[in-house]
């Protein structure tokens, strides 16, 4: 066989074996991916809790509810503590702790509330802060004064 032949049957056979590689990988990364929704009324929403990926996970917006009333609680610490207290558990159904937040997103109705709400979240962590947005919104459902959406990494 000639040499040039037999190079390109080497190179076509191996990018054969690595297409079907990486092909079959991909089915792994999407077996590695899942819901993490904990009971309660929340569980009938049309979204996820949050989306573990491999390592990473994707955490949809909190409000930091009543689970009674499922609205706003009429002092503010005790929202801040309902939304960090549904993270905590949302975090540790994947297996993570609080301490494992790369990126943290936070809505809020009112700037004013800005001071307030970052002495609860600075005791929140015994690490580094994650990077981190505080945004003025218009108004959030049932009442609450914060919405919080956030990706944690395993460590």
């Given at each position: 066989?000639n040499r040039?032949?037999?190079i390109?049957?080497v190179?076509?056979?191996?990018?054969?074996?690595f297409?079907?590689?990486?092909?079959?990988?991909?089915?792994?990364?999407?077996?590695?991916?899942?819901?993490?929704?904990?009971?309660?009324?929340a569980?009938?929403?049309?979204?996820?809790?949050a989306?573990?990926?491999?390592?990473?996970?994707?955490?949809?917006?909190?409000?930091?509810?009543d689970?009674?009333?499922?609205?706003?609680?009429?002092?503010?610490?005790?929202?801040?503590?309902?939304?960090?207290?549904?993270?905590?558990?949302?975090?540790?159904?994947?297996?993570m702790?609080?301490?494992?937040?790369?990126?943290?997103?936070?809505?809020?109705?009112?700037?004013?509330?800005y001071?307030k709400?970052?002495?609860?979240?600075?005791?929140?962590f015994?690490?580094d802060?994650?990077?981190?947005?505080?945004?003025?919104?218009?108004?959030?459902?049932?009442?609450g004064?914060?919405?919080?959406?956030?990706?944690?990494v395993?460590?």
């Amino acid at each position: 066989m000639n040499r040039r032949v037999w190079i390109l049957v080497v190179v076509l056979g191996l990018s054969a074996v690595f297409s079907v590689r990486g092909a079959f990988s991909q089915g792994e990364m999407q077996a590695k991916r899942r819901a993490i929704n904990l009971p309660g009324p929340a569980s009938q929403l049309p979204f996820s809790k949050a989306i573990l990926a491999g390592d990473t996970l994707y955490l949809s917006g909190s409000i930091g509810l009543d689970p009674k009333t499922g609205k706003a609680p009429d002092k503010i610490d005790d929202e801040i503590k309902n939304l960090f207290d549904d993270y905590k558990n949302t975090l540790s159904a994947a297996g993570m702790s609080i301490d494992d937040l790369v990126y943290v997103q936070v809505f809020c109705t009112d700037l004013s509330l800005y001071d307030k709400f970052n002495a609860v979240y600075r005791a929140q962590f015994s690490k580094d802060f994650p990077a981190r947005a505080f945004i003025g919104a218009g108004s959030l459902l049932r009442g609450g004064h914060f919405e919080m959406q956030a990706i944690a990494v395993r460590h």
